[in-house]
């Protein structure tokens, strides 16, 4: 069990689901706390337009005809170092924030369901698998014990007509007896060969894989629970219930959503600035700004309620799938528990058949002794 498990391709890919969706809940929780964010540059140069403001004034005062050092100097390189604190916070999100933290739990669990509804999938087909292949080895056994039974029956047929106490017509039929028992035996070994593949596939084990059945056939137990207390206890267990009902909850998380986008929004932010001229020796200065921002979109023409009407019919089919799920539960519970009483018979019949065969297999090997 544990092999196919481990080896389960699609059970992997919902254990690594599984992992992310861990992730983006992490992710949706980080939305309660406030971004905090930082900047800075420096920044280094002269510019052409300085240069050519600083001739045009000397044209203008006619300082083309005066010494060069007593002319107004071009204006050289400058510098400046400016760095940015800001936090910025959503106070109010109009149900979108706590609907998202709720979505990704919701979406967590469902994927924490599929695993869970997937390990006992395997669990089933695999034990299923299992039995299936022990039914076709004891096939094999029962085949094989009847062609040699029947190879032993043919024999002493041919001595009783060798005897004159037989006939041509006996030994003709015990052919043909023998011959229904070989390729039943040719029958049986062939489903032992596609018994052994299935449960092979199931564990992901290659196709020369030789697998047999190590455990006798014998009856695995008794079930004590009436139908009414089985069909409560697969209500309460199989997790295909509880997935839809997980669904449901999605569906009304992703309603709010919707429409927390024509709600109200508000915010908060904050901002702090340094700033220090590299040309003089004063040194940085300082300054922050907080504030507060407002948004309502009342209208979007009716996109957030058209999406709302959606959630609201999947929320609807979730429940009709709740339903069908527990009908189509109910049903494999009651055939089920009327396999296993019928089982049960078959079993008392079957050994009861047991015992008088091997009397009358004793007695017919007394009567040809004599």
Not at 213 to 228: C, N, R, T, Y
């Amino acid at each position: 069990m544990e092999l196919a498990k481990r080896n389960n391709q699609e059970l992997q890919q919902a254990q690594l689901n599984l992992e992310r969706n861990q992730f983006v809940l992490q992710e949706a929780l980080t939305a309660w706390y406030p971004s905090l964010s930082t900047s800075a540059r420096i920044d280094y140069g002269q510019g052409a337009r300085g240069q050519i403001s600083a001739q045009a004034t000397r044209d203008a005062q006619g300082q083309e005809t005066v010494p060069p050092a007593q002319r107004t100097p071009n204006p050289g390189p400058s510098g400046s170092f400016t760095a940015t604190l800001s936090l910025n916070y959503n106070l109010y999100t109009g149900g979108q924030r706590p609907a998202q933290v709720r979505l990704a739990e919701e979406q967590l669990n469902l994927q924490q369901l599929e695993v869970e509804r997937l390990s006992e999938e395997i669990r089933l087909q695999v034990t299923l698998a299992y039995y299936n292949l022990q039914e076709a080895d004891a096939r094999v056994e029962i085949s094989q014990a009847a062609v040699t039974e029947s190879a032993q029956i043919l024999r002493d047929t041919e001595l009783l007509e060798q005897a004159g106490l037989g006939t041509r017509f006996e030994v003709l039929q015990q052919q043909v007896e023998l011959a229904n028992d070989s390729q039943g035996l040719t029958n049986a070994l062939s489903d032992q060969r596609i018994a052994r593949r299935q449960l092979a596939e199931l564990l992901n084990l290659s196709q020369s894989a030789e697998i047999t059945a190590a455990d006798p056939i014998e009856i695995a137990g008794s079930w004590d629970l009436s139908l009414e207390q089985s069909l409560i206890l697969s209500y309460k267990n199989r997790s295909e219930l509880e997935q839809q009902l997980v669904q449901r909850k999605i569906n009304k998380e992703q309603r709010t959503i919707a429409l927390a986008a024509v709600r109200p929004q508000l915010s908060v932010f904050g901002q702090i600035d340094l700033l220090d001229d590299l040309n003089d020796t004063l040194g940085f200065g300082d300054g922050y700004s907080v504030g507060a921002q407002f948004q309502w979109n009342f209208f979007d023409g009716g996109a957030a309620m058209a999406r709302a009407k959606q959630e609201d019919i999947d929320v609807a089919v979730a429940e009709s799938s709740f339903a069908n799920q527990r009908d189509q539960i109910r049903f494999e519970i009651e055939q089920a528990y009327s396999q296993l009483n019928s089982n049960e018979e078959s079993i008392e019949t079957a050994s009861f058949a047991l015992e008088v065969a091997e009397e009358s297999l004793r007695l017919a090997r007394l009567r040809f002794q004599a």
